[in-house]
C-alpha cells in the first residue's frame, strides 16, 4: 500500500488549463506504475492515464487524448496530469491511483491504493 495526495484541482473556464499532482509516500514510488480516474456525479469511476514505472509507456482514455498529458517525477515521488482545451464534461473528481506493478493498466481494479480525489469543475 501507497498513502496518495492529490492536489491541483479547481474552477476553470473552458478551454483553460490545469496541472494536478499526486505525491506518494513510499520510497519505492519508482516501482509502481500509476494512473488517473475520474468520477462525474452520477457515472462511474472511469481511466484517464495511466503511465509505467518509467514513464516510458503510457495510456489514455480517447476522451482526453491531444489534451492531457500523464508525466511521474521518481526523485520527487509525485505523478502529474496536465490538462488542456479543458471540456464541460472534464468537470468529475480526479482521482490518483497506484499499481505495485512496474506494468501499465486502465482497469480501476488493477490498482491497489487510491488517493483521496480531487474536483476539478470546469464551466461552460
Known amino acids: 500500500q501507497v498513502q496518495l495526495v492529490e492536489s491541483g484541482g479547481g474552477l476553470v473556464q473552458a478551454g483553460g488549463s490545469l496541472r494536478l499532482s499526486c505525491a506518494a509516500s513510499?520510497?519505492?514510488?519508482?516501482?509502481?506504475?500509476m494512473g488517473w480516474f475520474r468520477q462525474a456525479p452520477g457515472k462511474e469511476r472511469e481511466f484517464v492515464a495511466a503511465?509505467?514505472?518509467?514513464?516510458?509507456?503510457?495510456s489514455y482514455a480517447d476522451s482526453v487524448k491531444g489534451r492531457f498529458t500523464i508525466s511521474r517525477d521518481n526523485a520527487k515521488r509525485t505523478v502529474y496530469l496536465q490538462m488542456n482545451s479543458l471540456k464541460f464534461e472534464d468537470t468529475a473528481v480526479y482521482y490518483c491511483a497506484a499499481r505495485s506493478s512496474s506494468g501499465i493498466a486502465t482497469k480501476s481494479a488493477d490498482f491497489g491504493s487510491w488517493g483521496q480525489g480531487t474536483q476539478v469543475t470546469v464551466s461552460s
Open positions: 513510499r520510497r519505492t514510488f519508482s516501482s509502481y506504475a
Open positions: 503511465i509505467s514505472w518509467s514513464g516510458g509507456v503510457t
